[in-house]
Structures are given as C-alpha cells and as structure tokens.
C-alpha cells in the first residue's frame, strides 16, 4: 500500500505564498505520475498540477503562471510551489500518485488525505 503524506495548508491572504509537501511511502520514481488535485466546495475535484516520470508537466489553466510543480526523488517527495494566491484557490488539495502495472496493464491511484488551503480576500 503507497501512502502520501501532505503538510502546508493553511490560512493565507491574497497575493501571498504556500508551499505543499507530499511525501510518498516509496519511491516516486516508480510512479507513472504525481501531482497534486483540488477541490472546493460544490465543485468538482480538478487537476491542478501533475508530473511524469519522465518529466513532463501539465498545469491547470487557472494556476499557470503562478504554481509550480517540483519533485525531490531523494526525499520522495513531491512539492507545489503556490504564489499570488487568489480566493478562488481554496479548496482542500490533494496528492495524487499513480502507478502503471506494466505486467496488467493497469493503473493504480492513489489518495493523500487531503490538506486545507484558504485564501482570504
């Protein structure tokens, strides 16, 4: 079983800073995918920031810009860097974690339990 461990939520007013940790129980670079998810409340859970384990990057349109999605292998943990935050970022974000059984040809998602962002006007 892959557990995340997410920390950095919090209280902040616009325009300010928060970064977000995810530290996963395993290697993260056995996973096809990591990022982080977000949802506010009477929305829809959304992608807000995913990276490969090749590289590659992929930013909700609305965070562009703004957010920044890191990884540090050695620490197995995965980072988002959030900056001129606005209201319309509350939300409770999640981590996300996929792995890819090449053998099945599944794929295996896995939860954080969720952190609270709220950014005040």
């Known amino acids: 079983q892959v557990q995340l461990a997410e920390s950095g939520g919090g209280l902040v007013q616009a325009g300010g800073s928060l970064r977000l940790s995810c530290a996963a129980s395993?290697?993260?670079?056995?996973?096809?995918?990591m990022g982080w998810y977000r949802q506010a409340p009477g929305k829809q859970r959304e992608l807000v920031a995913a990276?490969?384990?090749?590289?590659?990057?992929n930013y909700a349109d609305s965070v562009k810009g703004r957010f920044t999605l890191s990884r540090d292998n050695a620490k197995n943990t995965v980072y988002l860097q959030m900056s001129s935050l606005k209201p319309e970022d509350t939300a409770v974000y999640y981590c996300?974690?996929?792995?890819?059984?090449?053998?099945?040809?599944?794929?295996?998602?896995?939860w954080g339990q969720g952190t609270q962002v709220t950014v005040s006007s």
């Open positions: 996300n974690a996929a792995r890819y059984d090449m053998a099945y040809r599944r794929t295996y998602d896995y």
């Open positions: 395993g290697s993260i670079s056995s996973m096809h995918s």
């Open positions: 990276i490969t384990s090749g590289g590659s990057t």
